[in-house]
């Protein structure tokens, strides 16, 4: 009955792979979002969806490419992985205002780049 | 424009003592607040919220946090402190305009919370 799902946990890769991190969410939600965490656990929002569409996308480099099939999945795409993209990797749920309603959060993605 | 400070990076306490970690927020409009906690290798879970209701708000776990306007501040307090406390706390601030306040969702830069036994 997990509410945010993202997989896989742990993801270890060399350097100029392409990898995907899956997230789904069970709550009936309409709007989704990636999150970056980085060593020193400071968050940033990357992209977020409502209803299947975009409707933020932070200053992310291009090689990132999320995408949502349904308002359900929201997934991540990363192309050419550097050593900087290693960092935990969070997809997060909210109803559709979001002002006063909070975030649901999956257990994150932990990506090393090596 | 909206900010969050967390002052403290790290903060420790003795189990039984009292916690408190605080935030600050910068706000031109009426701001929603929030604390969320992280545990160790899991996700973010929220701990308790202000919307304008009251300015004491009551969370899990015996949480609460006051809301002073005069002060701009929105610390959070624990009576007494257990081990199972220790994790990462992060202030959140949402802005209360537009459509969509997703660009809008604020967080500090979080307070890493240590109990000593």
């Known amino acids: 009955d997990t509410a945010v799902s993202q997989t896989p946990k742990y993801l270890v890769t060399q350097m100029g792979n392409d990898k995907s991190i899956k997230c789904e969410q069970n709550?009936?939600?309409?709007?989704m979002y990636w999150y970056k965490q980085d060593s020193k656990k400071f968050l940033k929002i990357m992209f977020s969806?409502?209803?299947?569409?975009?409707?933020i996308n932070e200053t992310v480099p291009n090689r990132f490419s999320p995408k949502s099939p349904d308002k359900a999945h929201l997934n991540l795409h990363i192309n050419s992985l550097e050593l900087g993209d290693s960092a935990v990797y969070f997809c997060?749920?909210?109803?559709?205002?979001?002002?006063?309603?909070?975030?649901?959060f999956g257990n994150g993605t932990r990506l090393t780049v090596t | 424009a909206q900010s969050v400070t967390q002052l403290g990076s790290h903060v420790s306490v003795s189990e039984g003592a009292l916690v408190l970690l605080r935030c600050n927020y910068s706000?031109?409009?009426?701001?929603?607040l929030f604390w969320y906690v992280q545990y160790p290798n899991q996700g973010l879970q929220l701990l308790l919220k202000?919307?304008?209701?009251?300015?004491l708000v009551k969370g899990i776990n015996d949480f609460e946090a006051e809301f002073k306007k005069s002060e701009t501040s929105f610390h959070l307090t624990k009576p007494s402190a257990h081990m199972s406390d220790a994790a990462e706390y992060f202030c959140?601030?949402?802005?209360?305009?537009?459509?969509?306040?997703?660009?809008?969702?604020?967080f500090g830069s979080g307070t890493r919370l240590s109990i000593r036994p």
């Open positions: 997060a749920s909210s109803p559709e205002d979001s002002r006063n309603s909070p975030l649901h």
């Open positions: 709550l009936g939600h309409d709007t």
């Open positions: 969806y409502n209803n299947k569409e975009l409707i």
């Open positions: 706000s031109s409009v009426p701001p929603y």
């Open positions: 202000y919307t304008s209701a009251a300015t």
């Open positions: 959140v601030v949402t802005h209360t305009r537009g459509y969509s306040s997703a660009s809008k969702i604020i």
